[in-house]
């Protein structure tokens, strides 16, 4: 037989089970109804059977429509098969009721009496195996796992074994009730096992317990297939634990309730399960049971709290009103404290399920008192990741933020669990890193959940940021003390090793001619030629202390002058240099900004002359921004980052070649490191380009703040072309 007919076969046979388990429960409260005027005693145990049938039917029919999807499924079978004994158990019950109270002497009670005493202890079975099997239908794979699984199953199975073979005089004994002697007139051992009293104790207290320890590898079953699935699974799971909410409240409400209602309600919890079993099984609108749970406890909790408020106002009034005011009483307050509770229950289970996401300002208070509290960068990205964690009731969150120097900071928060979404940080357009996070169960995050996302993302980016420029700036605190203490100590050095020892030396020669002038002239004028070739050496050290401090041309000449004098020093046959301060006119700048700016000049330039091959080569100063904020609109190719400071000023330094530019392949350089590094120093950018046209061009933009009439720059206002060979 191929499979579609086993398929079919299968589905053919769950439905004729189904119809049989209908018409056998109709059967059974027909026999109940006959039973009603029977005085049937309570030591006989007889339960109504319809209670049992209904219960019965709650799991045959929903098992019956799983086979018909699918039809081979062991899940289904397990619901088809519990229900069908369900039914069967309490027609039994009822059946031995009719022909033993009510219609004496009709045949087969005794087999009815035997299959609902001695074999009814095998409905404890369904469930322990459909913890076992759900959802996949199959026992864990592990061999540790599936081994204690089989043995559970063996030990749920023991009681019904034990009661099918002991001795109805020794389970009488045991249970320390007789039978009413009607039902001692039935064949109540067609089959038994004698053994001593005391054996059959120890087998009867061993399974007896068994059936509550049997339940608990289930539920470590359930709990491990939980953490190693995926959302998938975890949502198909969360069913079951819907079902056993709503299990857990029909119990405490049969608990309060009187005989049949008890049975109703198990009658619609054990309904509940099978339906969330179809479901998850099916996999039918899988993420709806996140908000069913909700509702469900939050239901709960409410009919909890409204019965008893209901009761303590009923018995406090009660003591001084009467029983009808004491009712309206109750009804009163009932009435008033429903919405309240309802609306306070509400978010209650929802900040348990779904976190705080649902109030964005208690994300964001949330997240601002803890960066409050933070100091350092790591500290404030591990607040901003336990407060996504907590908002979104996520199990992982981890962010990772770029530096500036290239190094990726790296912060986590919690474990890894399923499904995980990525979201770009950003600061200003710059992206600079990125978050994760695995939103538990949830299939997607919702638009809501997203723009909230979207706030505290980018209050991570600030953060971050914040706490990258605040390390940044007392790294360069620390680095401009040690430079200004390396520059001390290296004058210090020149001073005491160079200058000192060749002023000594001077003194010592002039001395020395003055003692021998008179008596040996001719050696004294020998003398005094040296010292005046130490003082020229010692004034050429001087001169390279005063430059290394600041270019004495920028004093002397100006920015535009010096770095004119700079291209006709490194002038060469084959090379054209121009430079085009225009621009420069009636600026006043900085004197860092002049140093960065002639630093930077020179460099590009002797790269230019050492590397390029270029022909020409062109200079180009000017200021951009004003008080307006504009700029003049002088260098339309403004560098990457280049804008003013507070003021709305810039120095924009561009120099450009025609030479053979830059290989692809090429790695930045000491030169060009240095370039970008002057330029950061002041807040400012530097990058090195090859255009389409050819050569290379280094472009600097350096801020600063306000700009007079006048100036060590205005003086070097003019065009000026170097123009060599």
Avoid at 220 to 239: E, F, I, N, P, T
Wanted: hydrophobic residues 50%; proline residues 6%.
């Amino acid at each position: 037989m191929t499979s579609e007919g086993r398929a079919s076969r299968g589905s053919r046979a769950g439905t004729a089970i189904a119809v049989c388990a209908v018409l056998l429960s109709v059967a059974t409260l027909l026999l109940d109804i006959a039973n009603a005027d029977s005085d049937i005693p309570s030591t006989a145990a007889l339960s109504a059977g319809w209670l049992g049938a209904l219960t019965g039917l709650a799991q045959v029919v929903p098992g019956a429509l799983l086979l018909q999807r699918l039809p081979r499924h062991p899940v289904a079978w397990i619901l088809v098969a519990s229900g069908s004994f369900w039914v069967v158990d309490s027609f039994c019950a009822s059946w031995t009721g009719y022909a033993v109270f009510t219609q004496p002497g009709l045949p087969g009670a005794s087999a009815t009496f035997y299959v609902y005493q001695r074999l009814g202890a095998a409905l404890l079975l369904g469930l322990p195996l459909l913890l076992l099997v759900f959802p996949s239908g199959r026992l864990p794979a592990e061999p540790f796992w599936r081994r204690l699984s089989l043995a559970s199953i063996a030990l749920t199975a023991l009681l019904p074994a034990v009661l099918a073979v002991v001795p109805s005089s020794v389970a009488e004994e045991f249970a320390g009730q007789p039978l009413p002697p009607e039902l001692k007139g039935l064949n109540l051992d067609p089959v038994s096992i004698e053994l001593p009293y005391g054996v059959w104790q120890v087998l009867l207290t061993t399974a007896y317990a068994g059936v509550f320890l049997s339940l608990v590898v289930p539920l470590l079953v359930v709990v491990r297939r939980y953490r190693a699935s995926d959302d998938v699974g975890r949502a198909q799971l969360r069913w079951l634990v819907w079902a056993a909410v709503v299990d857990l409240l029909a119990i405490v409400a049969g608990m309060l309730s009187p005989d049949p209602v008890a049975g109703v309600l198990l009658a619609v919890a054990v309904a509940c399960t099978s339906v969330a079993v179809v479901v998850a099984v099916t996999r039918h609108r899988l993420y709806d049971v996140d908000r069913l749970i909700s509702a469900t406890v939050l239901y709960g909790l409410l009919a909890a709290a409204v019965v008893a408020v209901d009761v303590v106002v009923f018995a406090l009034a009660g003591a001084v009103l009467g029983q009808r005011d004491s009712a309206l009483v109750a009804i009163a307050v009932v009435a008033g404290l429903y919405a309240p509770l309802r609306g306070w229950l509400g978010g209650l289970v929802q900040r348990a399920r779904r976190g705080s996401r649902d109030n964005p300002y208690a994300v964001v208070s949330a997240l601002a008192e803890q960066l409050e509290v933070s100091s350092a960068p790591e500290q404030q990205l591990l607040a901003v990741t336990r407060a996504v964690g907590e908002a979104f009731r996520s199990p992982y969150v981890r962010i990772e933020i770029e530096r500036p120097s290239g190094e990726k900071q790296v912060v986590e928060h919690g474990h890894r669990a399923g499904r995980e979404v990525v979201l770009p940080v950003a600061y200003r357009g710059e992206h600079i890193g990125q978050l994760t996070l695995c939103p538990g169960g949830r299939s997607e995050l919702s638009e809501h959940d997203q723009r909230l996302l979207g706030d505290v993302v980018r209050q991570a980016a600030a953060a971050a940021r914040a706490s990258e420029l605040s390390a940044g700036l007392q790294a360069i605190r620390e680095q401009l003390v040690t430079t200004r203490e390396e520059e001390r100590r290296r004058l210090r050095r020149d001073l005491h090793d160079s200058l000192g020892p060749s002023l000594g030396a001077v003194t010592l020669r002039i001395e020395t001619a003055r003692n021998l002038a008179s008596s040996r002239p001719a050696e004294a004028d020998r003398l005094l030629e040296a010292a005046t070739a130490d003082v020229a050496a010692v004034l050429a050290d001087v001169r390279r202390l005063v430059h290394d401090l600041r270019p004495p041309a920028l004093d002397e000449l100006g920015l535009v002058r010096a770095i004119e004098q700079l291209a006709r020093r490194l002038e060469s046959p084959t090379l054209v240099v121009t430079v085009d301060g225009a621009a420069m006119a009636g600026a006043d700048l900085p004197a860092a900004v002049e140093v960065a700016a002639f630093r930077i000049v020179s460099e590009a330039l002797n790269n230019v002359v050492r590397h390029s091959g270029a022909r020409r080569c062109t200079i180009r100063l000017g200021v951009a921004g004003g008080p307006d904020g504009h700029g003049d609109g002088w260098n339309p190719h403004r560098g990457p980052g280049a804008r003013g400071g507070p003021g709305g000023h810039a120095l924009e330094v561009e120099v450009r070649d025609d030479g053979r530019g830059i290989p692809a392949d090429a790695v930045a350089g000491v030169g060009m490191l240095s370039l970008r590094e002057r330029a950061a120093e002041l807040g400012g950018s530097a990058s090195a380009e090859c255009p389409d046209g050819g050569g290379t061009v280094v472009r600097a933009a350096l801020p600063f703040t306000g700009m007079g009439a006048t100036g060590a720059v205005a003086r070097g206002g003019k065009d000026v072309t170097v123009d060599v060979g």
